[in-house]
């Protein structure tokens, strides 16, 4: 069982920068895949970022690609996701996630954290 929970939304203003941290227990990290979703009011969970094991392989997807950067430290347990020139319509809750495939489709995660809110305001 790994238990994670999310730290560092808030509100900023567009074209402002932020640092989301996920933080591990239970079980070591090491052994997943992690990734990041966001949910807006009314809309779908969407895919934000995705990390391999190791760390080697990340992906994105169009609309997160060269802004929002995710990264890992094992040791600490720890996933992030430092989020640059954001945009108004990037506010959503922020949610990390651990499973075996860093893929962007949620049912392939096991452990979910509760989410953490990011306001964008233009």
């Known amino acids: 069982q790994v238990h994670l929970t999310e730290s560092g939304g808030g509100l900023v203003q567009a074209g402002g920068s932020l640092r989301l941290s996920c933080e591990a227990s239970g079980r070591s990290i090491s052994t997943y895949s992690m990734a990041w979703f966001r949910q807006a009011p009314g809309k779908e969970r969407e895919f934000v970022a995705g990390?391999?094991?190791?760390?080697?392989?990340?992906n994105y997807p169009d609309s997160t690609k060269g802004r929002f950067t995710i990264s890992r430290d094992n040791a600490k347990n720890t996933l992030f996701l430092s989020m640059n020139s954001l945009k108004p319509e990037d506010t959503a809750v922020y949610s990390c996630?651990?499973?075996?495939?860093?893929?962007?489709?949620?049912?392939?995660?096991?452990?979910w954290g509760q989410g953490t809110q990011v306001t964008v305001s233009s």
């Open positions: 996630a651990a499973g075996t495939f860093a893929t962007s489709s949620p049912g392939a995660y096991y452990y």
């Open positions: 990390i391999r094991r190791s760390g080697d392989s990340t």
